[in-house]
Each structure stands twice: as C-alpha cells, then as structure tokens.
C-alpha cells in the first residue's frame, strides 16, 4: 500500500530508472545502512548492500563531500587485517525539528542529523484550540528551541496532528477537535513554520508513533509493524518495512468508528457501538463511574495513573473496568492482526499506564481470535518509546527525505550550518 | 506492505541497483505499458513512461527479441507526422494457466501472452476432498488444457485455493475445509503440476479476485482496491497500485474471524460473533429458516439465485433477510474502508447474485460509518469479473514474475512455443 516516505527509487510502475536515479538510490541506501547501524565500515557496507568495493568507495566520497557522514579514527574489525576507517551520520551539517500537536500540549524536539538532541520545548495547550492558535504556538516553540540549539535553519519539519490530513489538499479530517475538520492545516503550518524549517512533511500522531517504533528502540526492524494509539479515541499507524500505509486519499487508520457492538453506546458520530464510544478515555471514565472524568478535559495520563495507583491500592472496581478495556482492546487488535497479519503490535496512549492489568486481558482476546487460523504470532505490547512516540515520529518524519534521496542536499552543505536543499 | 508481485527494482532498501537491475526495471516498465494501454506507439510508451527515445527504441528491440513484443503495421496516430509502427503483446510465445480450486469445483485457464483463451476446463469437487485428490484433479485438468491448447508449456502457473498459503513453509492456513491446514499445499502443487506449468504461484481465491479486479475490467487502476470475497467465511484481498498486501507471514486478509458482536452467534472458531458466523453462506441460510441449506454442501450461486428468483416473486422474508446481510456486509465494509482508505471496495462469491436488495442496504451502512471522517469517496460494488474474479487473477499471477523482469525470458524464446526462463 501507499509507502509514503520510500525510496528514490520507485517501486510504482511509471517512473523509469537512469542514471541519476540510480546513484540517488544507492546513496540513499548505504546513507540509511548507516542510520540503522551506528559506526560501520566501508567493507560491513559494501557486505551489507551487495554493492562492489568501488561502488562503495565512491557512494561514501559523496556522502562525506555532502556532510552527511563523517569519518572517525580506524579501528580494528574483529581482528581482520588492517584497522578500518569507520564511518557514521554527521551530526553537525543537518538539523531536523519534530513537532506534536497533541491535545493538551504542544511539543517541540530538534535533533541533529546524527540524532542528538539539540533544544525541545513543551507548551500546555487551551482546551479545544483554534488550528491557527495551535499552529501559532508550535512555531513559536520552533523558533525558541531553534534559536537555542545554535542552529539557522532546519533540512525539515516533522509535525504529528490530532487528525488525518488529506493528501490531495492538505486539509485536518477526523480531527480530535471537529472545529478543524476541513481547515488547510498543511497550509497553515507551511505558514507559520517558513522558510528556517525545511521541508515540512505532517501526518497524524498516530501514524507518526507507528514510523517512530517501527525505527527506534526494541522494534526497530518489525516487517508488519501495527501501531494503535488510543486517547479520546483511537488511531492506528501501519508500517510495511518501515514505511507508511497510507490508503488511497491519505484516511488510513481511522480506526475509531469501526463498529465494534451493534448494541454498544452511541458515538459521537450517531453511530452504536464504535470504538471510540468503547475505549476512548471517555468511556473509559465513564465506565468507572466518574461522568466529570468522561466531560471535562484532564490530564489522560495523570488520571491513568491515578486509576493504576487505586487499582494497586486494592480497588477491585477500578480493575474490572480496565480489564473490561483490555478485552476490547483485545477485540480491536484481533481485527488488525486478522486482517493485516503484523509481526509487531504496539499500543500507545493512556492505556501505557494500565499495562499490567490491560495487556493480559487484550492478549488473551486476540489469541482467541486467531487461534482458528493459527496465526504464526507477534507481539503485542505498549510501545516501547512511550509518550515520545509521536514526537519522535515527527522528527524522523522531517528528514525521510534527505534518507530517501541524499542527492537533495548539496556538496556544500558540509560547510554551513544546515543543508542547503537543491530542489 | 508486502507487495508480493512487485517490480525487479526493489521498494525496500537492501538491494543496490546496477545496469543489470536498471535494464530490468524499464524493461519491465515498458512490457507493463503494453500489456496495460493495449495497442501503442514508441511515441507513446516514451511520453509515458517519460523514458527517453533511444532508450525507448533500445528496449523495444530487446522487448521484440525476446518475443513478448510483436509489431503491427503502421497506423497514422491523431494525424501526427509519419504513420508509427504499433506494438502489442505478442501472444504466440508465452502460455500462462490458471487454476482454481474452489469450495465446489476446479477450474482452468489457458492463455497465451496477449491474454487469448486457449483453453479451459471445469470439474465439480466431492464434498470435504482431501488435498491430494483436489490437487491431482488440477494437474489432471490442467495436462488437458494445455494439450487442447497446442503449447507444449507454459512460463508460469497461478493457484487460486480455499486457504491463505504460510509465505514461510507454503502449508494452508484458514482453510475452508479444517483438514487442509498445515498441510504442505505449495510442494503438493509443485509436485503434482510438474516443469511444464513453469514459475508456481499460489494464493487465497480472496487475494487472486481482488488482484484481477485491480488488473482488468472496469475497476482497472483503482490505486487502492479492497475486494471482500464471501462463500462461507469471508477473505479479503487489497491491492496498493495493483500490488497485493500480503501480511508478515502471509496471513493478511483472514477476515472471516473479526469479531463483529459480542452476543452474535458462535463460530465454528468458538469465539461470539465472528464475521463468518453472520454473513457466511450457512449463516444466511439458517437466517432464511433453512438449516439444512446450512448444513449440507450446496451450490451456494444456485442457491443464491433461488433466493433472488422467491424476492422478485415477493417473498417480503427472504427480502428481509437479504437486507440484514446487506447491512453486516455494509459494517464489515466499513471497518475496511476505516482502516484501508481503499478508493475501490469490491464484493464476490454468492453475494454477487443478490445485488439489488444487498448493495444499497450495505452502501448506507458504510455511509454511516465514514460520516464524521468525511471520507472522500469511493465505490462498493460488485466486482465486475463476477465469479471468474479468482480464476482471472490466477492467470495474472502466472505472468507476474515476466512482467516484473521481463529479463528473465530469453531472447530464444520467440523462436519456440513457450519462453525458456533464464532463472
């Protein structure tokens, strides 16, 4: 399905292959063998890729000419021959920002090309904000944490949103706050962020969370990589070999008004049985009797600690109900697994500080369900970059383009600050 | 996700490409060209494909040696210049076979290149067969079809079968019938079908429909295409760019055991409300007070057409019944478009005979659902290949791998009956 941020190379069937593609494609790929394995040498690359020794040499001249690696003294490589120069990502050239707009803060990260982190920010968001006054303070909090981290200008702008955004006109759909649905939040943000940040690139928080665990930390790696981020409602984010699924006008994972019980409670959107209306954080303070919990704006995490603090304290009642969210959760996960057959399934959102109740009753649900088709397996489990998972997303987000055509960024970029960007 | 039936340059980023790879890539390119827009010019593959004129003239010639190309005569093309030489997919080389074995029968089909019948068979199937016996009924079939046809072999051999194949170890899994699971159905096949039927390919009826509704006829070029095939359970396939999704470990598409209503009836699986248990066919005919319908093996598009034939002579129950599977089919739908974002959903098996009081009740089903999203739009429909949907993709899957590398046909094979494959 629709890998949106891919390869130079198209795996689609119109674009021909010439020689500039072809070397953007075999720079791209030794750039992104270094990004997922740290320090290496020009001979573990060429192993690697199957690209001939001389292909390597030169591939690696360009990158170091264009400032993206950076070579660090020879080492020995498990004892063969003469110590190697190794070779890893420039930190200096490139700068990316990352951006959340969540719904109840704005944050802020700005790393290096290496993955340092430079400057963040993080700023508490009014309830039910207007697009401009959100898309206003995130720039604000870019310019700040910019200014801070020492850096001119950035290669690009990762944002994740409470909201799909439409891929033909970059308008907010199924946004948190309905007030912005159809409002140009692609054009707002290009706005608002200018020229200092790159090139923007936005998706939704839980789209971003999927690319963020599919990359880094314990799942980095994972083929199938599922990702469902459940707050007031639930998102999900769907990775093949790193890469985004999309679906055809950019709706992907809307997974909340699936319907779930044909004689559930109604959902915000007339229908019965969603599951939003299921296990969105509303019901799910509702069902623990708090109906202030269910209609005002709180803190989801806090609270969710809250309940785990009770539920450790003896509470039998506040374990019944988020056992109760564990089956669902279960159920809906067993609709992804079924239907996507992932290797990985990562769950994020308040539902992170239930785990030790939540997640059995969720895995019991889905082995049930696949129990039948003997599905091979995978895992199911909280994502292991916790509430830094769409951030980290976004940031990942911002430089998927220079890892996808390191041609975009010119020889000279090795002696500015950041990158100058050649189309 | 896993596009199985993919292009020779590689989406994922572990191989490098070289001349060798690059060839293959715009050979590929330009085959795909003719075999998609029929009839064309060099003129017009070049403004296609935006391949340059020599390239474009080299890799026809290449194209035409290797007899997948044929030229016609010159034809004056919107009154420009010089008449142009055409080309065409040259059918006399190359002889692909489909075959489908299906819950009632076995089916065959013989084509040449250019996609002209040569041959086909049909042959009803005991009830439960074991998987020996199905398979040695193809082979059977299939040594008759090619016989009939006059082509000594064929390049390639597409399976549609009753089961999702592991991608692992190629055993069956989900299978229609219990007794195939786990049993080695892609070395059976192997085996049974022999080097005259070439290159084996194999997939779920679902998959192989929903691959030949994206590939031909009315719904060709859909960018994202969702087929629900329904008979006794429920599969699905989904194509991206006319590439199928196929899962972690080959299981995508087990549709048949989401959970669909925590006080449905119970699946043959043991879980509550299983799609299957609600929409399969021996659902509906319980629905329709017919348990022995629902008990016995019958010829479900019969049986379907009956209930048609009682609706239109005023049966207002059977109606109602139909209506009700019309809305579960329409939530099923739902959850796919929420989760796909598909710009085409399509529907086959027994439901296809019961279009006019299916379609609409399910249509407003989805409409309700994608509501709050604003989704923008797309088709369900009956998939226009009607019931030969899986047979037509297994013949597409038989011709995948000379179309992603057209390189691995040899240039000696225009001489001969069939293409000598090079790998």
């Known amino acids: 399905m629709d890998a949106r941020h891919g390869d130079a190379v198209p795996a689609g069937t119109r674009r021909p292959v010439d020689q500039t593609a072809m070397r953007a494609h075999n720079l791209g790929l030794v750039l992104r063998y270094v990004r ?56 200096r050239g490139l700068t990316a920002v990352g951006v959340e707009i969540r719904v109840d803060h704005v944050g802020v990260l700005v790393r290096d090309f290496a993955g340092t982190e430079l400057a963040s920010g993080r700023r508490p968001l009014s309830v ?7 898309v206003r303070m995130a720039a604000a ?26 891929a033909h006109d970059g308008t907010a759909v199924g946004a948190h706050w309905a007030s912005w649905n159809g409002v140009p939040i692609r054009d707002l943000l290009a706005d608002a962020l200018g020229e200092r940040c790159g090139v923007l690139g936005l998706d939704s928080a839980a789209r971003l969370a999927a690319l963020a665990t599919s990359r880094l930390g314990e799942f980095r790696g994972s083929h199938q990589l599922v990702h469902l981020e459940v707050g007031a409602g639930a998102g999900v984010g769907a990775t093949t070999g790193g890469a985004l699924f999309t679906g055809a ?29 299921i296990i969105g954080f509303p019901a799910f303070a509702r069902d623990l009797g708090d109906q202030a919990g269910a209609d005002e704006c709180v803190d989801y995490a806090r609270y969710a600690q809250e309940v785990a603090a009770r539920i450790r304290a003896g509470d039998a009642t506040a374990r019944e109900a988020v056992e109760r969210l564990g089956r669902w959760l279960g159920r809906a996960v067993a609709i992804l697994v079924n239907l996507l057959d992932p290797d990985t399934v990562t769950v994020g959102g308040y539902v992170l500080h239930l785990q030790p109740w939540l997640m059995d009753a969720a895995r019991a649900e889905v082995a049930a369900r696949v129990r039948s088709l003997g ?19 976004a940031v990942t987000l ?26």
Not at 52 to 76: F, H, M, N, S, Y
Not at 129 to 134: T, Y
Not at 257 to 274: E, K, N
Not at 399 to 415: C, G, K, M, R, Y
């Open 249 to 277: 006008h950019g709706y992907a994972g809307a997974f909340g008004h699936i319907p779930m019980d044909p004689r559930g409670p109604v959902c915000t959107c007339g229908g019965a049985g969603c599951l939003n209306a």
């Open 141 to 166: 909090l870019v310019d700040e944490a910019l200014d801070r981290s020492g850096r001119a200008d950035a290669v690009g702008c990762g944002v994740a949103l409470p909201a799909l955004v439409d």
């Open 398 to 423: 911002a430089l998927e383009h220079v890892f996808a055509d390191p041609t975009t960024v010119a020889a000279t970029a090795a002696q500015g600050s950041s990158g100058r960007r050649t189309r």
């Open 375 to 393: 599905w091979p397996g995978g895992r199911l489990e909280a994502s292991p970059l916790t509430d830094q998972a769409a951030l980290l997303g």
């Open 36 to 91: 997922d394995h740290g320090s290496c040498s020009r001979a573990q690359i060429g192993a690697a890729t199957r690209l001939t020794t001389p292909a390597v040499t030169k591939i690696v001249a360009d990158l170091l000419r264009r400032g993206l690696l950076e070579e660090t003294g020879p080492v020995q490589v498990r004892g063969r021959g003469r110590p190697a120069s190794m070779l890893r990502l420039h930190g």
């Open 128 to 134: 039910d904000p207007s697009p401009r006054a959100a």
